[in-house]
């Protein structure tokens, strides 16, 4: 079973609401990804890190904003909440090898923002 | 971007019964791998494809890469009601990026 942690599980809060969803891996992984996820839907790749001090903005838009400051740790922030950014986030860690890595996901946070 | 495809969206079979997801791109991929992700739960890996038409089987079930490295399947024999669940094919990018497919929910009725 992967190491790899999310903090809260569940979050309702208002519209306008700062908020840092945290995520976390004991692995010692390079890589880490955030996906935005709709119930039942496929999972689009909003901000990846190849490192420490490494960002990138993924596949989808996404007015949230990410930091690397150490290994283990990958928070994503969003400054204003609204209802349009209700969804599922799933934060995923992998090795940081050549060749394409098994992404190990955490538990996900489920925001809801009234 | 690159886009994979897969059919069908959402398919529900008896137990028993067999069940197949087909995973499309229009590009060749280097790799392709699979997760399924539980209701309500995250995405956990079941397997990677490397080689043109690389077959690879765990238990119920079988994956298998395409000779031309475009497309993939996953079939599993006999399903069971723990098979429920949907699943993913996954593309390696050329920025070591995942492209997940847009997903096959499988429910089993017992």
């Known amino acids: 079973e992967a190491d790899i942690y999310q903090t809260p599980r569940y979050l309702v809060i208002g519209t306008g609401k700062k908020i840092t969803l945290e995520c976390s891996q004991t692995?010692?992984?390079?890589?880490m990804y955030w996906y935005q996820q709709d119930p039942g839907m496929e999972l689009h790749l909003i901000h990846y890190?190849?490192?420490?001090?490494?960002?990138e903005k993924g596949d989808l838009s996404s007015e949230s904003t990410v930091s690397r400051i150490r290994t283990e740790h990958f928070p994503l922030t969003l400054e204003s909440a609204r209802p349009s950014h209700t969804s599922q986030y799933l934060c995923?860690?992998?090795?940081?090898?050549?060749?394409?890595?098994?992404?190990?996901f955490g538990p996900g946070t489920r925001l809801t923002v009234l | 971007g690159q886009q994979v495809m897969q059919i069908p969206q959402y398919q529900h079979v008896q137990e028993g019964e067999d069940f197949t997801t087909y995973c499309n791109s229009s590009?060749?991929?280097?790799?392709i791998q699979w997760y399924k992700q539980r209701p309500g739960g995250h995405p956990v890996f079941l397997i990677q494809?490397?080689?043109?038409?690389e077959v690879k089987k765990q238990k119920r079930l079988t994956f298998q890469f395409g000779e031309a490295k475009k497309n993939s399947s996953l079939h599993i024999t006999a399903t069971q009601t723990t098979d429920v669940g949907t699943y993913f094919c996954?593309?390696?990018?050329?920025?070591?990026?995942?492209?997940f497919g847009t997903g096959t929910r499988l429910l089993v009725s017992p």
């Open positions: 995923a860690s992998a090795k940081g090898s050549a060749t394409a890595d098994t992404q190990y």
């Open positions: 692995m010692g992984h390079d890589k």
């Open positions: 890190s190849y490192g420490v001090n490494s960002t």
């Open positions: 590009t060749t991929l280097s790799n």
């Open positions: 494809l490397v080689k043109s038409g």
């Open positions: 996954a593309a390696l990018t050329g920025f070591q990026k995942l492209v």
